[in-house]
């Protein structure tokens, strides 16, 4: 304490020395622009979605009640899901929360009522739902965005596997994404 003017007294405030700070973590899904001052102080790192392994094993961790076969089912469709043009792509987060309400309801597998019925828990827009829907063969594509031209797939024919509205030249139906996360054998 140094003495003031008139017998008082003062404290000293000490800054501490710069590895002693307070670390913050900022989480973003660039919904919202954050302010120049604030990126300019801050460290930026850019995390990816985990693997399919490494997100089932998340799942086995926080939903144990979840059978092994629903919890292969389960990621294999979020990870389809993520390669969709989404406003807002499944997160982990929601993953574990569409996991756990598997649990609840006790579920054995995904079934398409079931997908249909539960849908909401992991797509949080209906434009999203309507995709995602879609992609999956559960529910029939009207739009132009869901209903591409046949000659928009005469050149990406042999790069795509689910169901969209039409035949191929040789005459087969292509196996819609839900049947294939079904039955990983006819993959």
């Given at each position: 304490?140094?003495?003031?003017?008139?017998?008082?007294?003062?404290?000293?405030?000490?800054?501490?020395?710069?590895?002693?700070?307070?670390?913050?973590?900022?989480?973003?899904?660039?919904?919202?622009?954050?302010?120049?001052?604030?990126?300019?102080?801050?460290?930026?790192?850019?995390?990816?979605?985990?693997?399919?392994?490494?997100?089932?094993?998340?799942?086995?961790?926080?939903a144990p009640g979840l059978g092994e076969g629903l919890g292969q089912q389960?990621?294999?469709?979020?990870?389809?899901?993520?390669?969709?043009?989404l406003r807002k792509a499944p997160s982990i987060s929601e993953t574990l929360d569409w996991a756990q309400a598997l649990v609840v309801l006790n579920a054995p597998r995904l079934s398409k009522e079931l997908i249909e019925d539960t849908i909401s828990v992991i797509i949080k827009y209906e434009r999203d739902t309507d995709k995602v829907l879609t992609h999956l063969g559960i529910r029939k594509g009207d739009t132009a965005d869901n209903?591409?031209?046949?000659?928009?797939?005469?050149?990406?024919?042999?790069?795509?596997?689910?169901?969209?509205?039409?035949?191929?030249?040789?005459?087969?139906?292509?196996?819609?994404?839900?049947?294939?996360l079904r039955d990983p054998q006819k993959r």
């Open positions: 304490m140094y003495p003031l003017q008139k017998g008082g007294t003062r404290k000293i405030l000490c800054i501490p020395d710069f590895t002693t700070l307070p670390v913050t973590i900022l989480t973003s899904n660039r919904t919202r622009e954050l302010s120049e001052a604030l990126k300019r102080r801050c460290l930026h790192l850019q995390i990816d979605f985990p693997s399919p392994e490494v997100e089932l094993e998340i799942v086995r961790l926080k389960l990621v294999d469709m979020v990870q389809s899901m993520r390669n969709l043009d209903n591409p031209t046949r000659e928009s797939y005469s050149n990406s024919r042999a790069s795509h596997s689910y169901a969209h509205g039409h035949t191929h030249e040789d005459g087969q139906q292509p196996q819609s994404m839900y049947d294939q």
